[in-house]
T-cell receptor
C-alpha cells in the first residue's frame, strides 16, 4: 500500500463548478499537508498548506485535513478554464531525525469553458 | 522577485557523459531538494540538504551527486552510472526541513 493515494483522473467539469480533489494517507505521523498545482512543463506551484488538522481558505480554494480519517481535500469554487492543471497533494514529517516529504501522483483536472 | 531558477530548461546527454543541472534560489532558504518526475509517478526525492556543506541521500540517489557550497546554490550531477536518466528534474527549497517547499520550473533531460 502506498503511503499517499490520489486518484489520477482526469476529472472534467464545466466552468463554474465546485471541484473536490482528495488524497488518503496511511502514516499518522504526517504533520504538514500541502496542495500544489502543476501546469504542463512547469514546476509545481504551492497553493496551500495546513499544519496538523483543520480547514484553511484562500480565495476560491479551501483545504481540509481530517486526521482521524487520514483524508485531505482541496475544494475549488467557481472553477475556471485556467484551473486546468494537475493537482498534487504532499505530506511531510520529521520523526527522530528521519525526514519524509511524500507526494501523491497527481489528479489531472480539466475545466471546460 | 524571489524564486528558484533552474537551468538549462532542456539538456541532452550523450552515453557515458556526466551532466550538471543548476539550481539557484534567492529566498534565503536553508533547505534545498532535488526530485525526479516521471510520467505516471509521483515526485521522487534524489538528494536534500538542510544546510550549507551538508546533504543527505533521498530515495533514488544512485547515479547522482550533489554539492552545497553556498546557501543559494545546489547543483545536481547526473553521472554516467545513472542508466535511465531521461526525466523531468525539479529543484525545491524551504525555510528549513519539513516546511512546505517551493519549486523551480524544472530541467528536462534527454539522452542522445
Amino acid at each position: 500500500q502506498k503511503e499517499v493515494e490520489q486518484d489520477p483522473g482526469p476529472l472534467s467539469v464545466p466552468e463554474g463548478a465546485i471541484v473536490s480533489l482528495n488524497c488518503t494517507y496511511s502514516n499518522s505521523a504526517f504533520q504538514y499537508f500541502m496542495w500544489y498545482r502543476q501546469y504542463s512543463r512547469k514546476g509545481p506551484e504551492l497553493l496551500m498548506y495546513t499544519y496538523s488538522s483543520g480547514n484553511k481558505e484562500d480565495g476560491r480554494f479551501t483545504a481540509q485535513v481530517d486526521k482521524s480519517s487520514k483524508y485531505i481535500s482541496l475544494f475549488i469554487r467557481d472553477s475556471q478554464p485556467s484551473d486546468s492543471a494537475t493537482y498534487l497533494c504532499a505530506m511531510s514529517e520529521v520523526v527522530a531525525g528521519t525526514y519524509k516529504y511524500i507526494f501523491g501522483t497527481g489528479t489531472r483536472l480539466k475545466v471546460l469553458a | 522577485d524571489g524564486g528558484i531558477t533552474q537551468s538549462p530548461k532542456y539538456l541532452f546527454r550523450k552515453e557515458g557523459q556526466n551532466v550538471t543541472l543548476s539550481c539557484e534560489q534567492n529566498l534565503n532558504h536553508d533547505a534545498m531538494y532535488w526530485y525526479r518526475q516521471d510520467p505516471g509517478q509521483g515526485l521522487r526525492l534524489i538528494y536534500y540538504s538542510q544546510i550549507v556543506n551538508d546533504f543527505q541521500k533521498g530515495d533514488i540517489a544512485e547515479g547522482y551527486s550533489v554539492s552545497r557550497e553556498k546557501k543559494e546554490s545546489f547543483p545536481l550531477t547526473v553521472t554516467s552510472a545513472q542508466k535511465n536518466p531521461t526525466a523531468f528534474y525539479l529543484c525545491a527549497s524551504s525555510d528549513y526541513l519539513n516546511q512546505p517547499q517551493h519549486f523551480g520550473d524544472g530541467t528536462r533531460l534527454s539522452i542522445l
